[in-house]
């Protein structure tokens, strides 16, 4: 059966700090794979979305980047981060839209 | 699309009622849609999922309905417990690309 991992569960980090997330699945190969950001009591907000190696779109300009180095890792990153980046990060994959997705357990990042 | 910025409405129950969350979803191209739950501090997990051929699909105490003529989606939740507290998101496949377009969500509060 296909898993997703995600970490870490919870990270608190300085105004200016980089940051590194990590989403990997197993059980299932050339996954879509998503990031999405969710502010405290809202809605989930799509930061970027991969359909395979090296293809990265990009949902809304920020202070964030995404990366895919192998086929079932996906990478959130900043080098330098700010108190407005603060959220709970939510990794995704999908066999494709018609199939729904399935989430990780997320990260809650707060900046100070 | 995605309703972000919004606060999120709230439906308060009363335990052992039944709960029925309503989602307005906008793309009539959409054919497949889905309701997740997101518990305090967890990932969105999957519920229950229908497809554009049916109108009504039964889970456990969980009923999804589709009208798609007015494009109306609602999640029914059968003698609703504590442990349904949560924030309730509907999803659709409609738009161009590999990504499912999610409702605003909906927090589900049950008083015991």
């Known amino acids: 059966s296909q898993t997703i991992h995600q970490w870490p569960a919870t990270l608190v980090q300085p105004v200016g700090s980089p940051l590194s997330l990590e989403c990997t699945v197993e059980?299932?190969?050339?996954?879509?794979l998503y990031w999405y950001r969710q502010a405290a009591g809202r809605g989930l907000q799509l930061l970027f979305y991969s359909v395979g190696i090296g293809q990265i779109s990009s949902e809304v300009p920020q202070n964030l980047s995404a990366s895919r180095p192998q086929d079932r890792q996906f990478i959130l990153s900043s080098k330098k981060l700010l108190l407005s980046d603060s959220g709970f990060y939510l990794c995704?994959?999908?066999?494709?839209?018609?199939?729904?997705?399935?989430f990780g357990s997320g990260t809650r990042l707060t900046v100070v | 699309g995605e309703s972000v910025g919004l606060h999120l409405p709230t439906l308060s129950v009363q335990e052992g009622d039944n709960s029925i969350i309503n989602c307005a979803y906008s793309?009539?191209?959409?054919?497949?849609f889905i309701w997740y739950k997101q518990e305090s501090g967890k990932g969105p997990q999957f519920i229950i999922d229908i497809r554009s051929n049916m109108d009504k699909r039964q889970g456990q105490r969980v009923t999804v309905l589709l009208n798609k003529t007015v494009k109306h989606l609602s999640l029914q939740i059968a003698a609703t417990q504590p442990g349904d507290s949560a924030v309730y998101f509907c999803a659709e496949n409609g738009d161009a690309g590999n990504m499912l377009t999610f409702g605003g969500g909906t927090r589900l509060m049950v008083k015991p």
């Open positions: 059980g299932t190969s050339n996954p879509n």
């Open positions: 793309n009539s191209a959409s054919d497949y």
């Open positions: 995704a994959w999908s066999k494709g839209k018609d199939y729904g997705y399935t």
